[in-house]
């Protein structure tokens, strides 16, 4: 017990911290934070900038709404960066809600909601805009909020978040929020030093890896929940970790399963709200984790022992009750199967199991549009309901208030009925295909509880505030922009890191659904790991490149280029590199030491033997190369029935070839003297075989037999002579070597003779130190290599980019400087910058209509899925010619890329220029979404690229086309897509 001046003491320390701003905030959450969050939020009150790494759902928020209250309450700007609009929407409405809609604004690109407000949500490459085009509106930014600062990793776009923490002036605080990563330190390392003063006290970095809601690791198998981990009961005791394994009922329970898929030898469908896929099959395989409500359980911990400490484990693991419902009853060994192939449980078993054991709400990864969109059909064909039908009416109501912007016809296109039914219901499916307006409303619906299993891609992971009591894993395989790939750990943890609302769920539950082929010792890995680094995406740009030229100069912009987190990592990479260089160095001057000859220059002679046996050594490669192609080429040319010299040997001399090359294969087949087959191959030649006679091998000659090889080596050893061993080349000098590089080889001899050093008693002495000078000289400089192909990278790359815009007249000839041409492109933020910068210089643009613009527009900004036809129909004359003009642009550029050993830009994608200029000319969504395989959704979001790229066609372009960018803007903007500006 505290002494009274300990109490009098702490009570005086509370009330002390309460008079400060960080007191003040605390006091308004009315939750007592966690240590990492206090010591996070009392580093930014002392003027520190901090990086926050904690699980995901662990709270790291409330340190980025500290910097907005502390911004607001001393009189400064505070701009909350996140990495996506649906983030940047949803954190809008939360602050707007805190502090007041006057002091809030939201800047995504297409949306601008008070702008000069002081505290501002926007997405990163608004804010890096900003900053090169050197906004007013950074005038009295003292806070910048990085949220998701992890998602610099992404290959993209991930290159946005390092410009924005090295152009932000030392001035502003950064504050960093990352989900749990295992180089923080190194993070942290890299911020310190570019954010200005590099000591500790300038930037905190506060690790946390607890889970303030325990997260427990299950597999389903059929319809039966298992515990993926156990820990031995024997050792459970509170505070002392238990052996952690996997749970060995699980195994058994699969190992039923697989034997009950094997008796079965097919499958039924007995579950009629079945998916209706491909062949009826399921569209992915499972794995997560899921729970069991309330208390003692045997382990679900994933392997971290430290989470084992104090659980209540009796050495065994406890399923889950029989699952009820169609599909649940028989198997091998009371497996209890599901209607799947295999005995899996369908996705409406598996809702239905998670609502009997109290583990909902769920979100359910499924990693496929269609399959989420399946998902809700089966439910709402099997006629699932997880919430009350009064309840339903609500939602009904909300909903329809929700899309009253929406043209009535348009709602039957975008599957509203059913999407609406489902809600009613308490389901929903969550993708980017969906209309945001849907996307949104079912994050609110869940969000408040309402909602009870969404189905959803993995972009439901990044970082919108969604958590569940379960999630569920349907696929160990997702498709990451370029193939199909395993779940990483990393991604496994923020998926599985939404599972347990803080403040509600006493735990979390994970969910991995088994199939065939999902290995659960794959399953605890991922679990398990705990080892994620993050790596830098950072590459410079065509773009970047002026604007840093523009606003640096180009050498301060290459130094700047230097202080990337990419570069920065590069250098780290080299320092076991260059420590070893270091030592060799010093080895090298020990040598030179130990061959100092006072006869003359060792070293020199020294580099005279080592030049002679270089060339020496070449020759020798040169000559086995020669031997071995003409080697190869006789035994490629050998016939049946002739016979050739062998090297000898216990088999013999000679052999007699029974099939050639060209009838066996690339090797041919012969029988020696002695009465052995065999192939013949290069390596066992040491020169090229000769053809030392003929012999008759009998049409139906039969390898195999015994008796056939005897007669047939005897009738060799009788019909053809023993050859006389040993042969000259010719064509060759001395010793076999080329006549060319003979004279090579007779001049240094030649040297090496005149060489004082030559004539020294102690020259074999001093030249075995000089071979080991040479070959640690050797590998010193291939370290070298290495360092410097590593440490200037990006700098090179900077150069050549910046040669390019010289050579196309964007810089100046010596690339100093940026011209008239240079400040379009600083505009430009689009992947295909320089073509669209070409694009307004030649006047390809010009002749266009609205309608016309917008759909050349959207050829530089569509990616096609790889489920879109090719080939769209042309919408126009105008658009066909522009199309091949940029087509044309296009080609240049890539060739003056490759011209100057730069990688080159992905092809334009003219997938969409038919809807969009049916879209832009007014035409119904139902009619521009018929004339395509785009979903609503992706037609929105794409049709809203559009318009960013006009807007910044608006500011770059000469008056006459920027005109026609601003009409042709104002004609995408309407109806659905104008419907959801805050996405």
Not at 507 to 533: I, K
Not at 646 to 671: F, N, Y
């Amino acid at each position: 017990m505290p002494s009274p001046a300990e109490r009098y003491a702490a009570s005086r320390a509370r009330a002390a911290r309460a008079a400060t701003p960080a007191g003040r905030f605390t006091e308004t959450l009315g939750l007592e934070l966690d240590d990492f969050q206090r010591e996070a939020i009392d580093a930014v009150q002392d003027g520190a900038g901090v990086l926050v790494a904690a699980p995901t759902g662990a709270g790291k928020t409330v340190v980025g709404e500290f910097a907005v209250a502390l911004a607001l309450e001393t009189g400064r700007k505070a701009f909350y960066t996140t990495p996506i609009k649906a983030l940047s929407n949803q954190k809008y409405h939360d602050l707007v809600a805190r502090h007041g809609s006057a002091n809030v604004g939201l800047l995504t690109g297409d949306a601008s909601i008070n702008g000069e407000a002081p505290v501002v949500v926007m997405t990163t490459e608004v804010l890096r805009n900003m900053m090169y085009a050197a906004s007013p509106t950074l005038t009295g930014l003292g806070f910048v909020i990085m949220d998701e600062v992890h998602y610099l990793a992404d290959r993209w776009r991930g290159a946005v978040w390092e410009e924005v923490i090295i152009h932000l002036p030392e001035s502003v605080q950064v504050i960093s929020l990352s989900a749990t990563v295992s180089n923080a330190e190194e993070f942290g390392d890299w911020l310190r030093q570019v954010r200005g003063r590099g000591d500790a006290d300038s930037l905190r970095v506060i690790v946390s890896e607890h889970r303030p809601v325990p997260l427990w690791q299950h597999m389903m198998v059929g319809q039966r929940l298992y515990d993926l981990f156990v820990t031995d009961g024997l050792r459970a005791a509170p505070g002392v970790d238990g052996t952690t394994r996997v749970n060995p009922e699980l195994l058994q329970g699969i190992s039923a399963a697989e034997r009950s898929a094997r008796a079965d030898g097919g499958w039924r469908r007995d579950d009629p709200g079945g998916p209706r896929g491909r062949r009826g099959e399921p569209r992915g395989r499972g794995r997560s984790g899921g729970g069991r409500p309330g208390g003692g359980r045997s382990g679900g911990r994933g392997g971290d022992r430290r989470d084992q400490r104090g659980s209540r484990h009796t050495g065994q693991s406890r399923r889950y009750d029989d699952a009820r419902g169609t599909g649940g009853g028989g198997g091998d060994g009371g497996f209890s199967r599901g209607s799947l192939p295999g005995g899996v449980a369908s996705r409406a078993q598996v809702i239905d199991r998670l609502d009997r054991d109290g583990l909902l709400p769920a979100i359910t990864f499924i990693f496929s549009r269609a399959g989420c969109d399946g998902a809700v059909q089966q439910l709402l064909g099997r006629g699932t309901r997880l919430i009350p039908e009064e309840q339903g009416q609500t939602i009904r109501a909300l909903v329809a208030e929700r899309v009253a912007e929406v043209d009535p016809a348009d709602l039957g296109v975008l599957g509203y009925h059913d999407f609406v039914e489902g809600l009613s219901r308490g389901y929903a499916a969550h993708h980017a295909g969906m209309l945001p307006l849907f996307r949104e409303i079912v994050e609110e619906l869940f969000t408040a509880g309402q909602v009870r299993s969404v189905f959803a891609t993995e972009t439901l992971a990044l970082g919108i505030n969604m958590p569940a009591r379960t999630v569920v894993l349907e696929k160990l395989v997702k498709f990451n922009g370029e193939e199909h790939a395993p779940v990483t750990p990393a991604e496994y943890t923020q998926l599985t890191g939404r599972a347990g609302r803080r403040g509600i769920d006493v735990e979390g539950h994970a969910v991995v659904l088994w199939r065939r082929g999902t290995d659960p010792m794959d399953v605890a890995g991922l679990a398990s790991t705990r080892t994620y680094p993050l790596r830098s995406s950072f590459r410079p740009s065509s773009n970047m490149a002026v604007n840093l030229v523009a606003q640096y100069g180009r050498d301060r912009a290459h130094e700047l280029l230097q202080a990337s987190f990419a570069q920065f990592q590069a250098d780290r990479s080299v320092v076991g590199l260059t420590t070893q260089i270091r030592y060799n160095t010093e080895a090298l001057e020990g040598y030179a030491e130990s061959m100092v000859c006072d006869r003359g220059d060792f070293r020199e002679y020294g580099r005279l033997r080592h030049q002679l046996s270089e060339v020496e050594k070449k020759a020798a490669r040169t000559r086995q190369a020669q031997r071995r192609s003409d080697i190869g080429q006789a035994l490629e040319e050998l016939e049946r029935g002739q016979v050739i010299q062998l090297d000898g040997g216990r088999h013999g001399t000679m052999a007699v070839v029974v099939r050639g090359a060209r009838g066996a294969g690339p090797e041919p087949t012969v029988v020696t003297s002695s009465g052995r087959v065999q192939r013949l191959t290069i390596p066992g030649f040491r020169d090229v075989p000769e053809v030392v006679g003929t012999l008759t091998v009998p049409k139906h000659f039969n390898e195999r037999s015994p008796k056939a090889r005897k007669d047939l080596a005897a009738a060799l050893r009788s019909t053809v002579h023993e050859p006389v061993p040993g042969r000259t080349s010719s064509g060759r000098g001395r010793d076999g070597i080329p006549e060319g590089t003979q004279a090579q080889v007779d001049e240094l001899r030649a040297a090496l003779a005149a060489h004082p050093c030559h004539s020294c008693p102690e020259r074999e002495d001093h030249a075995r130190w000089a071979a080991r000078w040479w070959t640690l000289r050797k590998e010193t400089d291939d370290l070298q290599r290495r360092v410097t192909h590593r440490t200037n990278t990006l700098a090179a790359t900077f150069e050549r980019i910046c040669d390019l815009l010289s050579a196309m007249g964007y810089l100046s000839e010596d690339g100093q400087e940026v011209t008239g041409e240079g400040q379009r492109l600083r505009r430009i933020y689009t992947e295909l910058d320089l073509v669209a910068a070409e694009a307004l210089r030649r006047g390809t643009w010009r002749r266009l209509t609205p309608a016309d613009l917008a759909s050349v527009v959207s050829a530089l900004v569509h990616e096609s899925r790889g489920d879109e036809p090719g080939d769209p129909p042309t919408p126009s004359v105008e658009v066909a010619e522009a199309l091949g003009e940029m087509g044309s642009i296009w080609t240049e550029v890539q060739a003056g890329k490759l011209a100057h050993n730069l990688t080159g830009d992905r092809e334009m994608d003219p997938g969409i220029t038919w809807m969009v200029h049916r879209w832009a000319s007014g035409r119904g969504l139902e009619e521009v979404l018929r004339s395509g395989d785009l979903s609503a959704g992706d037609f929105v979001r794409r049709a809203k690229q559009v318009v960013d790229l006009l807007g910044q066609i608006t500011h770059a372009a000469d008056e006459d086309v920027a005109a026609t960018a601003r009409r042709a803007s104002a004609a995408m903007l309407r109806g659905v897509v104008a419907a959801d500006r805050l996405d």
